[in-house]
């Protein structure tokens, strides 16, 4: 299985206050990604990253923003969290050698709840 | 843009019935698409994926999708259900050369009974 962690993977929070999700990875891939997931909804893009330092919005971006120092961490962060926010959140990873086109691995998922 | 559409959010099959879960797409370009599995409190598998070449594509645990694009589909099946074969299934689209972003489909629960 390739190294791929998520963390916190609960978390309890309240509107307003900030969170940050990390994703760490160990397979030195070069694309990374956050979705969430909500019922009826499957999962929708909210950010990625195609290389260090380099980002880009999905379709669900409004009110997050992420940060790709380093090759291996990718980081969430909801700067003001609103109960909107609830879901679970998926980080995943894709570009080594040994993978096709667009195949994505995941990570177990961090389910947040703002109260 | 593209788009995925998976018709039923939720499936029902006797086990050793046959499944069929149904997915269409919508592609300004050709398409990439694949289907994956989600198991409880898991993160998504995949089991399958149709780049180029043969449009019938072999996944994992006895799964096979075809790519029809006169119809514009991606259907999964498999000839038998068994019990463990209970989850959540998503179909997804890329783009050919669209860096590798998926967009996924809402979901298929599938439910097998004995």
């Known amino acids: 299985d390739a190294g791929i962690t998520q963390s916190p993977r609960h978390k309890v929070t309240e509107t307003g206050t900030p969170v940050t999700l990390r994703c760490h990875q160990t397979?030195?891939?070069?694309?990374m990604y956050w979705y969430r997931q909500d019922p009826g909804h499957g999962l929708r893009l909210i950010h990625y990253?195609?290389?260090?330092?380099d980002t880009d919005k999905g379709e669900v971006s409004d009110g997050y923003s992420v940060s790709r120092s380093k090759t291996e961490d990718f980081l969430l962060t909801l700067e003001s969290a609103t109960s909107s926010q609830t879901s679970v959140y998926f980080c995943?990873?894709?570009?080594?050698?040994?993978w096709g086109a667009g195949e994505l691995f995941f990570g177990e998922g961090s389910r947040l709840t703002v109260l | 843009a593209q788009s995925v559409t998976q018709l039923g959010s939720h499936v029902s099959v006797s086990e050793g019935a046959l499944v069929l879960l149904r997915c269409n797409y919508s592609?300004?370009?050709?398409?990439?698409l694949f289907w994956y599995v989600q198991y409880p409190n898991q993160g998504l598998q995949l089991l399958l994926k149709y780049t180029t070449g043969a449009t019938l594509v072999k996944g994992i645990n006895g799964f096979e999708a075809e790519f029809k694009k006169s119809e514009t589909s991606f259907h999964l099946t498999k000839p038998s259900a068994h019990m463990s074969d209970a989850a959540e299934y998503f179909c997804a689209v890329s783009e050919s050369g669209g860096g590798n972003k998926l967009t996924f489909g809402t979901g298929t629960q599938l439910k097998v009974e004995l």
């Open positions: 592609s300004s370009v050709p398409p990439y």
């Open positions: 397979e030195n891939h070069r694309y």
């Open positions: 990253s195609y290389g260090v330092k």
């Open positions: 995943a990873i894709s570009g080594g050698s040994t």
